[in-house]
């Protein structure tokens, strides 16, 4: 089957939109908690953000009809296999057909391991501008960075990050 056959998919069932001080539309606060995301995955485990807590991560939201994102989740696919310490989670941020979004990850030269599904609310939750965007967190989940928009500068200012936390 299509969808067991992708590890790591979850599905988002319940947002907690608590954003303290919000930049103003680019993202949740760098220095400050990220929101939580609540889901279950496909084979039926709960998966919380606020759990997941030890390794850095990488946030990335998405939606299947995004054109630029369409081009950064294989980027960020070859950027999780450089840089096996950080966790890559590309969040889609719209309510699809979970077949919808499998056949779109499955369309792609590649994606990160780890695709969450959610039934909307996300943009408001996270306080981003637009699609992509993506975030990094440490590992207790506070926010390091917020990248908005498919550009290679933020594609070198995400790897230099990563490399920055590899160091530590």
């Given at each position: 089957?299509?969808?067991?056959?992708?590890?790591?998919?979850?599905?988002?069932?319940?947002?907690?939109?608590?954003?303290?001080?919000?930049?103003?539309?680019?993202?949740?606060?760098?220095?400050?908690?990220?929101?939580?995301?609540?889901?279950?995955?496909?084979?039926?485990?709960?998966?919380?953000?606020?759990?997941?807590?030890?390794?850095p991560k990488v946030i990335n939201f998405f939606w299947v009809s995004c054109i630029?994102?369409?081009?950064?989740?294989?980027?960020?696919?070859?950027?999780?296999?450089?840089?096996?310490?950080?966790?890559?989670?590309?969040?889609?941020?719209?309510?699809?057909?979970a077949e919808t979004v499998v056949k779109f990850v499955k369309s792609l030269s590649g994606a990160p391991s780890n695709i969450v599904m959610t039934s909307g609310g996300v943009k408001e939750a996270f306080k981003y501008n637009g699609l992509p965007h993506t975030m990094i967190l440490d590992g207790d989940n506070v926010v390091l960075m917020n990248l908005s928009g498919y550009t290679p500068e933020n594609m070198r200012r995400l790897t230099s990050e990563l490399q920055q936390i590899s160091k530590k």
């Open positions: 089957m299509v969808v067991k056959s992708l590890l790591g998919i979850v599905l988002v069932t319940f947002l907690v939109p608590v954003v303290v001080g919000a930049e103003s539309g680019g993202g949740p606060v760098v220095g400050q908690p990220s929101p939580n995301i609540l889901g279950r995955t496909m084979d039926d485990k709960y998966y919380r953000l606020k759990q997941d807590t030890g390794k630029p994102c369409k081009k950064e989740m294989p980027e960020l696919a070859k950027l999780e296999k450089q840089f096996k310490g950080v966790k890559f989670i590309s969040v889609h941020t719209e309510d699809e057909k």
